[in-house]
């Protein structure tokens, strides 16, 4: 049976991305983007409604989302989800939150005219750069 898993944002982040390494050595980043939705009620008030979703970026993607985003940054990201879980020590539960995991990026914010706008794209399944 076929199958897609295929996400697509615009948004603004949320604060700073931050960087790590994994157990095993990768390098991952990770921001929050925030994606907004506005439309006008039945008396024509202006509502607004924002998405929150916890983004990651691995390899070579993620150093330039380290080096080149930050909090308030418009982007366009595209990428998959994925489920993680972990076990709640103060009551022994099992957590589930599910993330996106980018494989391509573009950076949306207006530059001034002699800087080029920048898209990033990331190999799917590729979490480390050759010869690290």
Request: charged letters at 35%.
């Amino acid at each position: 049976m076929p199958s897609l898993n295929r996400v697509q944002l615009i948004g603004r982040l949320g604060k700073d991305p931050e960087s790590k390494y994994t157990p095993t050595g990768k390098k991952v980043c990770h921001f929050s983007l925030a994606v907004s939705n506005r439309w006008k009620d039945k008396n024509g008030e202006t509502k607004e409604s924002t998405e929150w979703v916890n983004i990651e970026a691995w390899g070579r993607l993620g150093e330039i989302c380290q080096e080149y985003l930050k909090k308030g940054s418009l982007i366009f990201v595209e990428g998959r989800l994925k489920t993680d879980k972990y076990e709640d020590r103060e009551n022994g539960e099992t957590k589930y939150f599910t993330k996106v995991v980018s494989q391509s990026l573009q950076f949306l914010d207006k530059k001034e005219k002699d800087e080029p706008m920048m898209a990033v794209e990331e190999e799917p399944g590729e979490y480390e750069l050759a010869g690290e």
